[in-house]
């Protein structure tokens, strides 16, 4: 067995895991390459600020790869326990093939509408309609589980860089292999979400029994269905999926257990919106970072930005009053059931126009500061467009240790991501909007 093997120094592998690693190629395996290696070769001619020797692919080569993670700091602890939950998201491949074996059209579109009430445009839906139409509290706690959610699993998803199950034995219904795995960020608000909805209605609403219950079959069937969803798509093991479901359900018992207080910190204290927008600093601050780049860290800062900065921090401004937003049912409750419709299309085109604007602007102006700066930069957004990114899926040539012979890449030639303090201005614009800009002009045109 060779030295720096993914599994070399473990005793506890399972034998799903032996059998994957002991495929030569395994189907599929070289067209990939090919597809890689065709991308990487249209792009030689394109400008330096993509420089490939930078961005690491271990897609073009049959190579052995070292997939470096921010815990491998801790030397072989870190290899080992990479190596553990590697073997467990390798052990649930029958699962998954026995998931897809059964598989049908009709099935796969119930899968892909499952996962799509896990996504972060869904989950950001709800905050919106609940602070501007149904109950504006609800809303910014729904805000604040959201970027704790994204927090908490973009961290470790980064942190530990495991991979997702290898396509084939699974067979890939979706393409979402652009971010590694554990624990999934589906479960994990498809948790947190729902259930704190079940929570909040029996706490707050005066619910009869049979609302009760059809809520409840609601909320059951969100929850399952979406974490059904990521194993039958091929695109989670069952560990990643059980891993994302238990963080779920701590988030939900502590934001539970200070939600009410939480909010009434907020809306009470002078000072509190500026708690928010610190804690966002330290969030941002100690999330760790991985080479090559993955959409994880982009994902945080927009969300985490977008309602801690952009919700609950530009409160301090008072926009849209002196005291804190309601939504249109507490504000009037017998509103014509036009004025909801209307108020989401005129804030939605709010919000999309701005966007729309802001966003090549601030790109642009990023650009121009990191240049007068003389500070390397790209823009993973751009990069994802223009060459194939470095698969996440397990292969039989990865490893959790530096492979022999190879030499590590210099961190001091790796660029800045543009999109990153873009995606900061863009989506704390947006909570802004959302929280106080919106309903601010809902006020003015009466609806």
């Known amino acids: 067995m060779e030295d720096g093997d993914l599994l070399s120094e473990t005793s506890s592998v399972s034998a799903d895991a032996e059998k994957v690693r002991a495929t030569p190629h395994p189907e599929g395996e070289d067209d990939l390459l090919t597809v890689a290696q065709e991308g990487n070769k249209k792009d030689t001619n394109n400008s330096a600020e993509y420089p490939l020797e930078t961005f690491t692919n271990w897609n073009v080569t049959g190579e052995r790869y070292y997939v470096e993670a921010p815990i491998d700091r801790l030397g072989m602890f870190a290899f080992h326990l990479r190596t553990h939950i590697t073997s467990l998201i390798l052990a649930g491949n029958p699962a998954i093939s026995y998931l897809q074996q059964h598989r049908s059209d009709r099935l796969t579109v119930a899968a892909l509408f499952f996962s799509w009430l896990g996504l972060e445009a869904f989950l950001f839906a709800l905050v919106v309609s609940n602070l501007w139409l149904f109950d504006a509290r609800l809303g910014r706690l729904l805000a604040l589980i959201m970027a704790i959610g994204f927090f908490v699993s973009g961290s470790l998803k980064v942190l530990l860089c495991l991979p997702r199950p290898p396509s084939p034995p699974v067979t890939e219904l979706a393409k979402e292999d652009y971010?590694?795995?554990?624990?999934?960020?589906?479960?994990?608000?498809?948790?947190?979400?729902?259930?704190?909805?079940?929570?909040?209605?029996?706490?707050?609403?005066?619910?009869?029994?049979?609302?009760?219950?059809?809520?409840?079959?609601?909320?059951?069937?969100?929850?399952?269905?979406?974490?059904?969803?990521?194993?039958?798509?091929?695109?989670?093991?069952?560990?990643?999926?059980?891993?994302?479901?238990?963080?779920?359900?701590?988030?939900?018992?502590?934001?539970?257990?200070?939600?009410?207080?939480?909010?009434?910190?907020?809306?009470?204290?002078?000072?509190?919106?500026?708690?928010?927008?610190?804690?966002?600093?330290?969030?941002?601050?100690?999330?760790?970072?991985?080479?090559?780049?993955?959409?994880?860290?982009?994902?945080?800062?927009?969300?985490?930005?977008?309602?801690?900065?952009?919700?609950?921090?530009?409160?301090?401004?008072?926009?849209?009053?002196?005291?804190?937003?309601?939504?249109?049912?507490?504000?009037?409750?017998?509103?014509?059931?036009?004025?909801?419709?209307?108020?989401?299309?005129?804030?939605?085109?709010?919000?999309?126009?701005?966007?729309?604007?802001?966003?090549?602007?601030?790109?642009?102006?990023?650009?121009?500061?990191?240049?007068?700066?003389?500070?390397?930069?790209?823009?993973?957004?751009?990069?994802?467009?223009?060459?194939?990114?470095?698969?996440?899926?397990?292969?039989h040539r990865m490893r959790f240790r530096p492979v022999a012979g190879k030499v590590d890449e210099n961190s001091d030639n790796r660029p800045y991501d543009v999109d990153l303090p873009t995606k900061a201005v863009v989506y704390g614009w947006i909570g802004f909007l959302v929280a106080e800009g919106c309903p601010a002009v809902f006020a003015a045109i009466g609806i």
Not at 228 to 238: D, E, Q
Not at 345 to 355: C, D, E, K, N, P
């Open 179 to 395: 971010d590694w795995a554990w624990p999934s960020n589906h479960a994990l608000l498809g948790t947190a979400f729902p259930w704190f909805i079940w929570i909040y209605a029996s706490n707050h609403y005066d619910l009869s029994f049979i609302q009760s219950i059809v809520l409840l079959l609601a909320i059951f069937t969100w929850n399952a269905g979406v974490m059904w969803s990521r194993v039958y798509l091929g695109v989670h093991s069952p560990c990643d999926v059980l891993a994302g479901w238990t963080m779920g359900c701590v988030l939900l018992f502590v934001v539970s257990g200070f939600s009410d207080r939480a909010h009434e910190f907020f809306i009470t204290n002078q000072s509190g919106p500026l708690y928010f927008i610190f804690a966002a600093a330290v969030f941002l601050y100690v999330h760790p970072r991985a080479w090559p780049e993955t959409q994880s860290f982009g994902e945080v800062v927009s969300v985490v930005v977008g309602a801690f900065v952009g919700i609950f921090g530009t409160r301090q401004l008072h926009v849209a009053g002196e005291t804190a937003h309601i939504s249109l049912l507490e504000t009037n409750p017998d509103s014509p059931i036009i004025y909801y419709f209307v108020r989401f299309l005129i804030g939605s085109a709010i919000v999309a126009v701005t966007r729309a604007i802001i966003k090549p602007v601030t790109k642009k102006a990023v650009k121009t500061i990191y240049s007068y700066l003389d500070l390397p930069y790209y823009s993973y957004s751009d990069y994802c467009k223009r060459v194939q990114q470095p698969t996440k899926r397990y292969t």
